[in-house]
Nanobody, 122 residues
Framework: VKLVESGGGSAESGESLRLSCVGSGYTYRGHCMAWFRQIPGEERETVAF???????KYLESVEGRFTISVDNAKNTLYLQMNDLKPEDTGMYFC?????????????????WGQGTQVTVSS
């Protein structure tokens, strides 16, 4: 299994970015997918996840601004980030697991991408 993120970069407050996570060696269909972010010196946090039925859940601070989605035909997970804020800055990682309950509490056994940096300036 290989997950490769892209789409990160620099943006100013209010701008948008779209992250992508392309998977190979595995099919996204039937699995839980999520985006996490890591800021140096802080704990990793779950930004959004989408379960096997397409239900989504978001970190409160990004609710209404970010949208997680999956294109199963392309084996690609997306994170559309609108109205970016400086506090959205961090390294964003995608992760895959067979069930959300495991993905969220047993991170060491998730499949992870290498991360893509997002930097938002005010």
């Amino acid at each position: 299994v290989k997950l490769v993120e892209s789409g990160g970069g620099s943006a100013e407050s209010g701008e948008s970015l779209r992250l992508s996570c392309v998977g190979s060696g595995y099919t996204y269909r039937g699995h839980c997918m999520a985006w996490f972010r890591q800021i140096p010196g802080e704990e990793r946090e779950t930004v959004a996840f989408i379960d096997t039925e397409g239900h989504t859940k978001y970190l409160e601070s990004v609710e209404g601004r970010f949208t997680i989605s999956v294109d199963n035909a392309k084996n690609t997970l997306y994170l559309q980030m609108n109205d970016l804020k400086p506090e959205d800055t961090g390294m964003y990682f995608c992760a895959l697991r067979d069930a959300c309950s495991a993905l969220l509490v047993d991170a060491k056994n998730n499949y992870w991408g290498q991360g893509t940096q997002v930097t938002v300036s005010s």
